[in-house]
């Protein structure tokens, strides 16, 4: 059911990094992305698949991890990433990309929760060093980094408390704590 997707569809931020995934399963991922609506139908999104340990490794520093998490740098070895995808904007294809970023990697994301996986979007990335690791031609907009893998941590989704803070947290057991405000809060009328 797709309610238990999305209710499964988390920011998981650590993973079974022993647990590798194959670039078959980056391309159905990619494949279910590509399938999305698209603004003007210009498909513009570009995506490159990361899934050797070694541009994983390459890749991680180029991320930021958990904002809120002020004492955090992120997970530990063993507990990174087992794939990344990154996302291009071909700006030769779209001058801009409107919504289909965010079409294109919830759909992905929702494609590796039925697989058992889980994911992050990142735009807080470091794109420059990006686009130069990977040697990504100047046409591609670097967009962003899914990073995916088997999740090793419980996510919790709360309410938003009475003092309106919605930042997420860690309890003892580092458990993550999301909280999301309630269907009363985000409809602002019915006629």
């Known amino acids: 059911m797709l309610r238990d997707l999305v209710i499964r569809n988390r920011s998981y931020r650590r993973f079974n990094q022993a647990k590798r995934i194959s670039p078959s399963v980056l391309r159905e991922l990619v494949d279910l992305a590509r399938l999305t609506p698209s603004g003007r139908n210009a498909q513009p999104l570009k ?3 990361v899934t050797s340990d070694e541009w994983c490794t390459r890749l991680y520093p180029s ?3 958990a904002g809120y998490l002020k004492d955090w740098d992120g997970p530990v070895e063993d507990e990174r990433p087992a ?3 990154i996302m291009l904007g071909d700006t030769a294809l779209a001058p801009s990309f409107g ?3 965010g079409i294109a990697a919830q759909t992905l994301l929702l494609g590796a929760v039925e697989q058992g996986l889980g994911g992050c979007i990142f735009g807080t990335i470091k794109r420059d060093e990006i686009r130069s690791l990977f040697e990504i031609p100047a046409q591609y907009e670097v ?3 899914i990073a995916l893998g088997e999740p090793v ?3 919790v989704i709360e309410e938003v408390k009475a003092d309106g803070d919605i930042k997420y947290w860690r309890d003892a057991e580092q458990g993550h704590h999301v909280p999301k405000r309630t269907l009363e809060d985000v409809i602002v009328g019915e006629k």
């Open 63 to 65: 991320l930021s991890w």
């Open 99 to 101: 919504i289909d970023p």
């Open 143 to 145: 967009l962003y980094v």
């Open 83 to 85: 794939a990344y995808v």
């Open 153 to 155: 941590e419980k996510v």
């Open 47 to 49: 995506y490159l698949l």
